[in-house]
């Protein structure tokens, strides 16, 4: 194995995960866990303090002991605030949730694979917000693992599909509806590889939706025949969780399924048909539907044009066939569902060795994107690393391949328009990333006279609103001032934000030279300390 390919994609889904590398035949392949599954159940279940079990069993002891068990963790991440979960006397956050998975990831597919899995691409929805990245990167490095880059689900998808190897431009719309989240993306591929034009989604909308709706439709219908509700339990609203997962899955293959359950000495048998399974959840389709729509709308504020030429349909729950028949029929195209389950995985694998390729490039002062520097070393170097490989192209194709993103969220600083309270944008949604914004000497200035202090505070819109009240911050920081200083005195804003998610953001008062550099503090967001504690507790947590 060549060592550009000792490294590995993983799709870290809201219920179900992939790993995923470059097999000995350059072909991105999924890496099957401990039972020969390509996926894994995105479940923990907590037997002891020192052990924990991840996947299959983990989902099915939700249904003995649903107080030790943790599903769809992947909504709370960079949410601490709305996540609590103890469990013999120690809380647990997201991150550390997912880093269990992750851990127990690596280690299932590590039976299936030589190379150490240890350099990895971990992937994200493309509208995950500052906080939710930064806490997948957490959980990364607390399951010991080297993380070369986090990328949005909708490129690592395109990838898998194989547009970045060339042909003709072509504008695809990916609409990926995972087990616990939905994400759209307009992208632009072409010889020079992936660019996202626009994006959007709902962290809050998903496959366990659906379930959710069939479940509660036949606890309802359990209720009606005998009169108790199986939901009022806790080992039967799993065991119905269940059911009604397995129910949802047959109906992408029949029109009806005879569904059975018991509880409290009560036996139901209840057929649910597809069209009343599509009639319970219409409104969660539609609603994707719209967050489609306005994504269209935003690329046409942004490029003139909503015209697009394919549709790829991607995560487990696209399967659905309302959701083909839906899609197909609201914006006249014929969809394509290419490899829903797999392919945000294998598109991972395949950004990790473009990864390690501009690595590569930088050791030897070579810029592929620019072909600024020794490019012949660059070639020397890439050469040596592929003389063994059977597909040259698949490399060779790699270097130079942008997979440009956008800011999927809207980022200012909070200020004062005539005594009103507002936050002034520095970095609007969609806009391309690596980004830097500079102020104008004359658009901020002090608010009175003699002022001592200028606070910056760095506010993260989650929605079009730029209501301070709606916007989260995300970082603050102090300007000391001199006495004397005039209101209204200029002050100079720099924000940047890096393709790697790091931002920075400072302020200068001119007529001092008085500055500062904002600490961004994310909050729902463990800090390092916390980082580095949890890790060394996870480190000795063993997994099955």
Not at 123 to 135: H, I, L
Not at 164 to 177: C, R
Request: aromatic share 6%; with cysteine.
């Amino acid at each position: 194995m060549a060592e550009l390919t000792k490294v590995f994609g993983i799709d870290l889904g809201t219920t179900y995960s992939a790993v995923a590398s470059i097999d000995e035949y350059d072909r991105a392949t999924i890496v099957p866990n401990d039972i020969n599954e390509p996926t894994t159940p995105s479940v923990v279940y907590f037997e002891s303090p020192e052990h924990v079990v991840v996947g299959v069993e983990a989902k099915n002891m939700a249904e003995i002991e649903p107080e030790r068990v943790v599903q769809f963790v992947k909504r709370f991440m960079g949410r601490n605030d709305e996540f609590l979960f103890e469990f013999e006397g120690k809380a647990f956050q997201p991150e550390e949730v997912s880093a269990i998975i992750l851990k127990a990831l690596v280690e299932k597919a590590q039976q299936n694979v030589a190379a150490p899995i240890q350099d990895v691409v971990i992937t994200v929805p493309a509208y995950f917000d500052d906080a939710q990245r930064t806490a997948t990167k957490n959980a990364g490095r607390l399951a010991g693992l080297n993380v070369l880059d986090i990328v949005n689900e909708p490129i690592a998808a395109a990838l898998a599909y194989g547009v970045q190897a060339g042909g003709k431009a072509e504008t695809i719309l990916v609409y990926d509806l995972g087990g616990g989240t939905f994400d759209v993306s307009v992208i632009a591929v072409g010889p020079e590889g992936v660019k996202i034009l626009v994006t959007g989604g709902n962290h809050e909308l998903g496959g366990k939706d659906w379930d959710d709706r069939l479940m509660v439709y036949l606890a309802s219908s359990f209720e009606q025949e005998h009169g108790v509700n199986p939901l009022t339990d806790a080992h039967a609203h799993q065991e119905l969780r269940s059911k009604a997962e397995s129910t949802k899955k047959r109906l992408t293959q029949k029109l009806k399924d005879p569904f059975t359950f018991s509880f409290s000495g009560k036996h139901s048998r209840i057929e649910v048909t597809r069209e009343k399974f599509e009639e319970l959840t219409a409104d969660l389709l539609n609603l994707s539907i719209q967050t489609t729509r306005d994504t269209l709308h935003e690329l046409e504020l942004k490029t003139g044009k909503k015209q697009i030429d394919r549709i790829l349909l991607v995560g487990g729950s696209s399967r659905m066939p309302m959701v083909k028949a839906r899609v197909d029929q609201e914006f006249g195209l014929a969809s394509d569902i290419h490899d829903p389950d797999e392919c945000v995985a294998k598109g991972a694998a395949i950004w990790a060795v473009k990864r390690k390729i501009d690595s590569l490039a930088s050791d030897v002062g070579y810029n592929p994107q620019t072909g600024e520097g020794n490019k012949a070393a660059f070639t020397q170097a890439l050469e040596q690393q592929i003389e063994t490989v059977r597909n040259r192209d698949f490399y060779l194709a790699l270097p130079g391949k942008a997979g440009v993103n956008v800011s999927s969220h809207t980022y200012g600083i909070l200020a004062y328009d005539q005594g009103v309270e507002i936050v002034a944008p520095l970095l609007p949604k969609n806009t391309e990333i690596p980004f830097t914004y500079e102020s104008g000497d004359s658009q901020f200035g002090t608010a009175h006279a003699n002022q001592s202090t200028i606070e910056l505070i760095l506010m993260e819109a989650d929605g079009d609103s730029l209501d301070p009240a709606q916007c989260k911050e995300i970082g603050r920081g102090s300007v000391q001032l001199p006495r004397g200083v005039p209101k209204g005195s200029a002050v100079k804003i720099r924000f940047k934000y890096d393709d790697d998610g790091t931002m920075s953001l400072g302020a200068k008062e001119l007529s001092t030279n008085s500055e500062c550099e904002v600490h961004i503090v994310r909050a729902g967001v463990m800090d390092e300390a916390a980082v580095e504690a949890a890790g060394n507790q996870l480190a000795v947590l063993t997994t099955s």
